[in-house]
């Protein structure tokens, strides 16, 4: 897992985690690769993120935008947690969401 550029669809203080298939948080790992939803680490005030959120990106027209998927959580594990327990409501969102937003 590795945390890449800042991107502008993201918050302020956010950068995108990727996360590696042999990591330890394979609900997240899956929602990534296959859904195309985003890990966010949320930097206050410092270089580490304190707060990770899932979320999930969309395309806009011309640009792209997040939607928050969960609120945020202290650590990876307790995000990995909150997916598994709630993969179904999750992957649900997925398929109720319209792939294109309007502006």
């Known amino acids: 897992m590795f945390f890449t550029t800042r991107k502008p669809y993201l918050a302020k203080q956010a950068r995108e985690i990727t996360i590696s298939e042999n990591s330890n948080l394979p609900q ?18 410092s270089a580490t993120p304190k707060k990770y959120r899932l979320v999930e990106i969309k395309q806009s ?3 792209q935008v997040a939607i928050d998927i969960t609120k945020d959580f202290d650590s990876l594990i307790l995000l990995e947690t909150y997916a598994t327990a709630h993969l179904v409501d999750i992957i649900q969102h997925y398929f109720d969401t319209p792939t294109n937003l309007t502006a």
């Open 61 to 63: 027209f011309d640009k």
């Open 28 to 45: 997240l790992f899956r929602l990534c690769s296959q859904y195309g939803f985003a890990v966010i680490g949320i930097n206050e005030r």
